[in-house]
């Protein structure tokens, strides 16, 4: 049964190393036996999913916008913009002024290029904590710190879309991208919003990105392997890439209103956090799957990073359950952090909303799924803590 509150999806923004846009990707995912973009020689002995060319003129106008932001926030706006387009929001200031916003975020990039000039000035000089005040005076720009502040990537949304509601910021990986997700989604379910821009940015093409996952041995290294063939080789298992995902949700009523198409509506959205160093993660993923998931078939677009011990873990949940067959996404795109989630989620809906399944990624570890798929599940597993799932029908 349909209700008025219901949250349903009416704008998808995305860009990953496939493209950009809802279409390009659904036309390169639905497509057998796909090969990922991959860049394996700039980061050796790590592979990574770069950057599609994109004109950032297309939606972000204004030079001196470009300018003031690093990759990852120009990312995230431009990612952003094509939602609102998607929507039919964008330009439309009566819409655009009332529209709440959450975006899921990272510290951002360092300036390396101050990084490495601090430590190099530092080899000759004793006088170190004047050293740094002189250079953190002289050599920042006035928006960063020694990176950028996670929310300046919902500021520039503002200042460039216009989207001036509410405006919330989360951090922390792919938990930050499923609490973007589940706080949307409690606003327009409570009355609260009656639409608002989700989602976030990574730009993994840049050493101190990838310094973050390897400091604790998340990286795979040696050849590219798909998500869930990544166990027993060299490394941590996580293959990283650069993309941005951004959804318009709104109140069924509200898009009706305006007569907008409707992608799918998003229904629960779970989350939780198993304290993986006492075992827990196995029952976790198991309580989220069936609090989220209906009976019968069901395809599940799963955020699975082939960080090891988290993706052995979901692949065995999602195993243990025959009627589901599950796509590692991140196979293709590469692990894109705190746009993992809503990643998973504007795949699920364009799933539902052209009323087909996506082929196997890994034809070794994923099986066919028969028939239209009415509700999809999308997953993200932290590769290294956080646990989310949601569930999203045909509209």
């Given at each position: 049964?349909?209700?008025?509150?219901?949250?349903?999806?009416?704008?998808?923004?995305?860009?990953?190393?496939?493209?950009?846009?809802?279409?390009?990707?659904?036309?390169?995912?639905?497509?057998?036996?796909?090969?990922?973009?991959?860049?394996?020689?700039?980061?050796?002995?790590?592979?990574?999913?770069?950057?599609?060319?994109?004109?950032?003129?297309?939606?972000i106008?204004?030079?001196?916008?470009?300018?003031?932001?690093?990759?990852?926030?120009?990312?995230?706006?431009?990612?952003?913009?094509?939602?609102?387009?998607?929507?039919?929001?964008?330009?439309?200031?009566?819409?655009?002024?009332?529209?709440?916003?959450?975006?899921?975020?990272?510290?951002?990039?360092?300036?390396?290029?101050?990084?490495a000039?601090i430590?190099?000035?530092?080899?000759?000089?004793?006088?170190?904590?004047?050293?740094?005040?002189?250079?953190?005076?002289?050599?920042?720009?006035?928006?960063?710190f020694?990176?950028?502040?996670?929310?300046?990537?919902?500021g520039?949304?503002?200042?460039?879309?216009?989207?001036?509601?509410?405006?919330?910021?989360?951090?922390?990986?792919?938990?930050?991208?499923?609490?973007?997700?589940?706080?949307?989604?409690?606003?327009?379910r409570?009355?609260?919003?009656?639409?608002?821009?989700?989602?976030?940015?990574?730009?993994?093409?840049?050493?101190?990105?990838?310094?973050?996952?390897?400091?604790?041995?998340?990286?795979?290294?040696?050849?590219?392997?798909?998500?869930?063939?990544?166990q027993?080789?060299?490394?941590?298992?996580?293959?990283?890439?650069?993309?941005?995902?951004?959804?318009?949700?709104?109140?069924?009523?509200?898009?009706?209103?305006?007569?907008?198409?409707?992608?799918?509506?998003?229904?629960?959205?779970?989350?939780?956090?198993?304290?993986r160093?006492?075992?827990?993660?196995?029952?976790e993923?198991?309580?989220?799957?069936?609090?989220?998931?209906?009976?019968?078939?069901?395809?599940?677009?799963?955020?699975?990073?082939?960080?090891?011990?988290?993706?052995?873990a979901?692949?065995?949940?999602?195993?243990?359950?025959?009627?589901?067959?599950?796509?590692?996404f991140?196979?293709?795109?590469?692990?894109?952090?705190?746009?993992?989630?809503?990643?998973?989620?504007?795949?699920?809906?364009?799933?539902?909303?052209?009323?087909?399944?996506?082929?196997?990624?890994?034809?070794?570890a994923?099986?066919?799924?028969?028939?239209?798929?009415?509700?999809?599940?999308?997953?993200?597993?932290?590769?290294?803590q956080?646990?989310?799932?949601?569930l999203?029908?045909?509209?």
């Open positions: 049964m349909s209700s008025p509150h219901d949250v349903v999806i009416t704008g998808i923004g995305l860009v990953s190393s496939l493209g950009e846009g809802p279409d390009a990707h659904w036309q390169k995912l639905a497509q057998p036996g796909r090969e990922p973009v991959l860049e394996a020689a700039r980061f050796a002995p790590y592979t990574v999913h770069p950057l599609p060319e994109i004109d950032w003129n297309l939606q106008a204004k030079r001196g916008d470009q300018r003031q932001m690093e990759t990852w926030q120009r990312l995230g706006t431009y990612a952003a913009g094509l939602a609102l387009d998607d929507a039919g929001i964008k330009g439309n200031d009566e819409l655009c002024t009332t529209m709440d916003m959450v975006v899921a975020a990272g510290g951002g990039e360092r300036d390396e290029a101050v990084d000039d430590l190099a000035a530092s080899e000759n000089r004793n006088d170190r904590d004047v050293l740094l005040n002189e250079k953190l005076t002289t050599e920042l720009r006035p928006t960063l020694l990176a950028q502040l996670s929310n300046l990537l919902a520039n949304i503002s200042i460039v879309h216009k989207v001036t509601g509410s405006s919330r910021t989360f951090m922390g990986e792919e938990g930050a991208g499923v609490a973007a997700v589940e706080t949307a989604a409690a606003r327009i409570s009355g609260q919003s009656t639409h608002i821009l989700v989602g976030g940015a990574f730009q993994t093409e840049h050493s101190d990105m990838l310094l973050g996952y390897e400091l604790a041995g998340y990286l795979h290294r040696g050849p590219w392997k798909p998500v869930w063939q990544r027993g080789a060299e490394g941590g298992g996580v293959v990283s890439g650069s993309g941005g995902a951004f959804l318009v949700l709104e109140q069924r009523e509200h898009a009706a209103s305006r007569g907008r198409k409707i992608y799918a509506e998003l229904g629960q959205v779970v989350s939780g956090r198993a304290r160093s006492r075992g827990e993660l196995d029952a993923i198991a309580a989220l799957l069936k609090q989220a998931s209906p009976s019968g078939k069901l395809l599940a677009m799963s955020g699975a990073s082939g960080a090891h011990a988290a993706t052995i979901e692949k065995a949940a999602l195993d243990a359950n025959p009627a589901i067959a599950a796509r590692g991140s196979t293709l795109t590469g692990h894109m952090k705190e746009a993992q989630f809503p990643f998973a989620v504007a795949l699920a809906a364009l799933a539902v909303d052209r009323k087909a399944a996506y082929p196997v990624f890994d034809a070794t994923e099986k066919p799924f028969e028939g239209i798929p009415s509700s999809v599940l999308a997953t993200a597993i932290g590769y290294h956080f646990e989310g799932m949601a999203v029908n045909a509209a």
